[in-house]
């Protein structure tokens, strides 16, 4: 198994579930996360929630969700779970300090990716 692969497993993502999907496909996995770093929700979540728009927040943070789960990104979907509960619930408080957390798990990411 590719090391990088190998990274994200040590770090708690849910390969097995995630290369099922993915009909044990490693290159299409790989070429699947390499959109994660370069994924535009993540700066429009942030300045939606530094705009305090709540709507625009929820909505990014909402399909940031959906991709961590189905890439099995299973500790920053758990930081995203953390981001969209309290924004469906029309409230703020927190949700930029775990966005930064998100945001440093996506560059902990980003690094693995760049790994041979």
């Known amino acids: 198994m590719d090391r990088r692969i190998e990274l994200l497993r040590e770090w ?3 390969i097995e579930g995630t290369m099922e999907r993915m009909l044990d496909d490693e290159e299409f996995y790989l070429e699947c996360l390499a959109a994660i770093p370069v994924d535009e929700n993540f700066p429009r979540l942030t300045e939606a929630l530094r705009k305090h728009d709540l709507a625009t927040a929820f909505d ?3 399909t940031l969700k959906g991709v961590l789960s189905n890439l099995g990104l299973t500790p920053m979907y ?3 779970v953390e ?3 309290p924004l469906r ?7 930029l300090e775990k966005n930064e957390e998100l945001l440093s798990m996506k560059d902990y990411v980003s690094e693995i990716l760049q790994l041979r």
Request: aromatic share 0%; glycine share 16%.
């Open 89 to 95: 619930a029309g409230k703020q408080e927190g949700v």
């Open 78 to 80: 758990n930081k995203t």
């Open 83 to 85: 981001i969209v509960e």
């Open 12 to 14: 708690g993502c849910d």
């Open 60 to 62: 990014c943070a909402h």
